[in-house]
């Protein structure tokens, strides 16, 4: 397959052959049949051609931070139903059940290599990791508590855009979360976004594109308008591989692309030049 | 041509009416066709004060959109003196789609952005329905820094559909142009009123909606999706955009009661399109109130007020 070979959202559709119950799964990019528990050990990227599958927060956690050191914060904060928007809460239930978390992001203390820093892990699992309320005040929270504390902060995107069953406090969260960095930044303290499939609408517009650095996954989607938006709107041939992390890379959208195995690394590298505790090693 | 909504069609037929009748008048007045044109009058304005003060969400977004209404640069015209329209991002291009400058408002010197729309096929190639590619939002922040730097308050004037999903949009950046200004405008040290006139698009209407006081036309709305976009996918098609309109709270009543709205500027019965001048006016005054209440804050109080009113927004358990 070319490097611009391109995910589309309904690979997520993989959710079910992604997770299942039995004990192989097969590879939506080259059909390989992998063992369930290869694929777990291989942080969930085929052995075969290196598809990153859609993993969980858990997951990731475990992946990037030094063993044990994470620390959740805000675990309880749940969703309410502001607009009286029909349905919403019942959808709200259905995911904190079908996946066992309370919302479409984890945050928390951590360390990784020996560097502190806050993080925020989105789970696309849960409802798309749609941002409402919970989602943006999480990720604020994580990111004033890394202010205060003069950490990084390390958020990791993954995201359908904004939740429209919040309405107006979805888009203003977009508001709410830059306005935290622009604090953070303003106390000369680093931000990492690692983008990862899909990353896209208001999740992309506001704090995922303002990393000091921006690293994404292999292949992964990200974009603002949904492909078939911006189609439709243009009525014209979308460029090869337009809107993957290749074409963001290309066109100097993204630091770097980073596969999984190397993202703790690659993030302990980056924390060692942007805050002291590289310097502190070195004495 | 003149664009006539679904719900204003009775009262048309009525003013029509009420036409005739008034040139048989003229032509050979009679105390029979003089009492006749009277009870119309006030049929017409009975009529006129039970529709228009009866507006469902799903008209007032119809409202919004008229053709006929006031545009940025309808209100500059009407409401400014001297405006000096300044192009460019610098990098890359001009974007009509959203012309800033500096201008005179109400006696006090400011920099005003906003979206702007066309009203035909030939004003819309050149405005693009005003929706802005990421050269107008970088356009857009770098007059604010203008304005920052010789100590000029901001007014924004926000009346798009959405930021443009374009190619090149995508190519360029688009998201972080939006991001990019919601983070720098949070910090910018001098007061920002942003008004919300016609259409408050999502993402592309909050790239310049960051501010210190946030007013919204009676008739606007302010919204994360479109109804249409929200019908489309809730209850898989695009008629449902009432429904959908209904339950997205985007009215500025509603969104006054959800606090994300500092105030509603009174449009002349009917909306601004009935009567620009009277829009006019009164956006000119509200916008004056809302820099004078502003303009004597010290900095520092500005600008942690402009960041707890953000912080704030949202609702959790």
């Known amino acids: 397959m070319g490097i611009f070979k391109k995910r589309s959202v309904s690979d997520l559709g993989e959710k079910k052959k992604d997770m299942p119950e039995g004990l192989w799964v097969k590879c939506p990019s080259c059909n390989e049949s992998l063992f369930q528990e290869a694929l777990a050990k291989n942080l969930r990227v085929c052995t075969n051609c290196g598809y990153h599958f859609t993993i969980s927060s858990a997951e990731r956690i475990e992946s990037i931070v030094d063993t044990g050191s994470f620390v959740e914060m805000d675990a309880d904060l749940d969703s309410v139903d502001a607009l009286g928007f029909k349905g919403y809460l019942d959808k709200v239930k259905a995911y904190q059940k079908k996946t066992g978390l309370m919302e479409a992001v984890v945050t928390g203390r951590a360390t990784i290599e020996s560097c502190p820093a806050l993080l925020a892990i989105m789970d696309f699992r849960f409802l798309g990791a749609s941002m409402g309320s919970v989602v943006g005040e999480k990720i604020t929270r994580a990111i004033e508590a890394a202010t205060a504390e003069r950490k990084a902060v390390i958020v990791f995107s993954a995201s359908g855009g904004a939740r429209m069953h919040e309405g107006i406090l979805s888009l203003m969260q977009m508001a709410k979360t830059s306005g935290a960095l622009a604090r953070h930044a303003a106390a000369q303290l680093p931000y990492i976004s690692v983008l990862t499939h899909p990353t896209t609408g208001g999740v992309t517009a506001s704090f995922a594109t303002l990393g000091d650095i921006i690293i994404a996954e292999p292949k992964c989607m990200i974009g603002f308008a949904g492909p078939r938006v911006v189609k439709e709107t243009t009525h014209a041939d979308l460029p090869p591989g337009f809107q993957t992390a290749e074409f963001m890379l290309q066109h100097g959208l993204v630091d770097q692309i980073v596969e999984r195995k190397d993202m703790r690394s690659t993030l302990g590298a980056l924390l060692k030049y942007m805050t002291p505790c590289g310097r502190t090693q070195a004495a | ?317």
């Open chain 2, 1 to 317: 041509m003149k664009q006539v909504l679904e719900f204003e069609k009775p009262i048309v037929k009525l003013q029509e009416e009420l036409e005739e009748l008034r040139r048989k008048h003229a032509q050979k007045p009679t105390e029979k066709l003089a009492t006749q044109v009277a009870g119309m009058e006030g049929r017409l304005a009975d009529l006129q004060k039970e529709v228009y003060t009866n507006l469902i969400p799903w008209q007032r977004v119809q409202i919004s959109r008229h053709i006929s209404r006031p545009f940025m640069l309808d209100y500059i015209r009407l409401c400014c003196e001297d405006f000096v329209e300044l192009h460019g991002d610098r990098h890359i291009g001009d974007d009509n789609a959203m012309p800033a400058g500096f201008a005179t408002w109400g006696g006090r010197r400011v920099v005003v952005v906003g979206h702007q729309k066309g009203r035909d096929t030939k004003e819309n190639l050149l405005r693009n329905f005003g929706s802005a590619h990421p050269e107008g939002y970088r356009k857009a922040l770098r007059l604010m820094r203008l304005a920052e730097k010789f100590q000029l308050p901001i007014v924004t004037l926000i009346d798009t559909p959405g930021a443009f999903p374009g190619i090149g949009a995508e190519e360029r950046n688009i998201a972080e142009a939006i991001a990019f200004n919601l983070k720098e405008m949070m910090l910018l040290k001098t007061p920002i009123v942003a008004v919300v006139i016609g259409e408050g698009g999502s993402g592309g209407a909050l790239g310049i909606g960051i501010a210190d006081r946030v007013l919204m036309m009676e008739n606007a709305y302010y919204s994360v999706i479109s109804p249409e976009g929200c019908a489309a996918i809730l209850w898989k098609h695009r008629e449902h955009a009432p429904e959908a309109a209904q339950a997205l709270k985007l009215s500025a009543q509603d969104l006054t009661g959800l606090g994300i709205v500092d105030g509603i500027v009174p449009e002349p019965l009917g909306g601004a399109h009935h009567d620009h001048e009277t829009a006019a006016a009164s956006l000119k005054a509200a916008v004056s109130q809302a820099l004078a209440d502003l303009e004597n804050l010290p900095v520092d109080k500005l600008l942690d007020q402009r960041y707890e009113k953000f912080r704030g927004m949202g609702k959790m358990a």
